[in-house]
Structures are given as structure tokens and as C-alpha cells.
């Protein structure tokens, strides 16, 4: 069983950055592909980012290509998600998730954090 913990979220005016963090408890953390999703208000859940258990291989979805940045330490069995210049369109509730496989679809996860709001003013 593992369990995911986010961290970071806030209100940031448009242009500025934030830094998630999601710190993975129990399991064998390095064994799990870890991806970053969001939601909006009204809307389905999307998927924002992801990478693979050896941090070798990292996939975005193209909203979000060339201003946000997944990476991953293992020994700190943490996640992180470094969005910059950020947009109003970015207002979410992000959520980390851990699976087995390297995947952009959010049900080949198996374990998710309780998601942390980011707000983006104009």
C-alpha cells in the first residue's frame, strides 16, 4: 500500500511559478511510474505529466509542454512538478498518482494523493 502526499499548491498571479511536491509512503517507491493530473471545476480529470520509474523517460500532455517539468528522487521518494509561467487555464486541483506502468491514462494508476489546489489570478 502506498500513500501519496502533495504539497505546494497556492495562488499565484499569472506568469509565476509553483513547485509540487508529492512524498510517497510505504511501498517501494522507485518500482512506480508517477504521473501528475488535474481538474478543473465542472471538467473531467486530465492528465498533466508523467515519468518513469527510473526518471529516464518523461512524457507531458501539450497544454502544459515547455513550462512545466516532472522529476523524481528516489531516495527521497518524492515527485515534484515545476510549472512556470503559469496560466489562468492552469487552475486545478492537482493530484499525484503512482502504477505500474508509464501511462498518460489516469486508470493504470492504482494509488493517488489527495491533490493540492492551485489557483492561477489574471
Known amino acids: 500500500q502506498v500513500q501519496l502526499v502533495e504539497s505546494g499548491g497556492g495562488l499565484v498571479q499569472a506568469g509565476g511559478s509553483l513547485r509540487l511536491s508529492c512524498v510517497a509512503f510505504?511501498?517501494?517507491?522507485?518500482?512506480?511510474?508517477m504521473g501528475w493530473f488535474r481538474q478543473a471545476p465542472g471538467k473531467e480529470r486530465e492528465f498533466v505529466a508523467s515519468i518513469r520509474w527510473s526518471g529516464d523517460i518523461v512524457d507531458y500532455a501539450d497544454s502544459v509542454k515547455g513550462r512545466f517539468t516532472i522529476s523524481r528522487d528516489n531516495v527521497r521518494k518524492t515527485v515534484y512538478l515545476q510549472m512556470n509561467s503559469l496560466k489562468p487555464e492552469d487552475t486545478a486541483v492537482y493530484y499525484c498518482a503512482a502504477g505500474a506502468l508509464f501511462s498518460r491514462l489516469s486508470r493504470e494508476y492504482d494509488y493517488w494523493g489527495q491533490g493540492t489546489q492551485v489557483t492561477v489570478s489574471s
Open positions: 510505504g511501498g517501494t517507491f522507485s518500482r512506480y511510474a
